[in-house]
């Protein structure tokens, strides 16, 4: 039985290579194909100032990272951006913000997703290691000989699925 080490698996996930397709020990060479480019995040830098704002002042009225710590979060965070999203169709601004309320269905959003990284280890891994996902790894299961690929990000793989591979 093929048990594969967790250097073999950290490499089939994330490969890092340099794009010009230079080795490593050359000079110049970058490994950095594949990784996240956060920098195209830039473009939303007007986006990204309403929704600091928006946790400022939650900040001002809760605590510093207080949102964090909601008990139950996934569903409260569903329930709170539901609810500007459809507040948004009757009025535009949310009064007690005095902002739109997009604003507070985004910041809801990324608590959201925040909280869903941080709940999956593998994905969680993938982000602290800015790898871009959905990545594309061999099957490396002990239990299959095929060449079939599989995806890791979303639901495709989970740590139990890894957990059984090595």
Request: net charge negative; glycine share 6%; aromatic share 6%.
């Amino acid at each position: 039985m093929f048990l594969p080490t967790k250097e073999q698996l950290d490499k089939a996930v994330s490969p890092e290579f340099d794009p010009t397709g230079l080795k490593s020990s050359d000079p110049g060479a970058k490994l950095d194909a594949g990784k996240i480019r956060v920098a195209l995040l830039k473009r939303f830098g007007l986006a990204l100032m309403a929704l600091a704002d928006l946790a400022t002042s939650g900040a001002k009225k809760y605590s510093d990272h207080g949102w964090a710590e909601v008990e139950n979060g996934m569903e409260r965070y569903d329930d709170a951006m539901a609810g500007h999203w459809l507040k948004q169709m009757f009025e535009p601004d949310d009064p007690e913000m005095n902002m739109p309320h997009e604003v507070a269905v985004v910041f809801n959003a990324m608590a959201r997703l925040q909280k869903m990284i941080e709940n999956d280890p593998v994905w969680k891994a993938q982000m602290l290691a800015r790898k871009a996902t959905p990545r594309k790894i061999p099957n490396i299961c002990a239990c299959s000989n095929t060449n079939q690929s599989t995806l890791i990000g979303d639901d495709s793989v989970n740590l139990q699925q890894i957990e059984r591979i090595i």
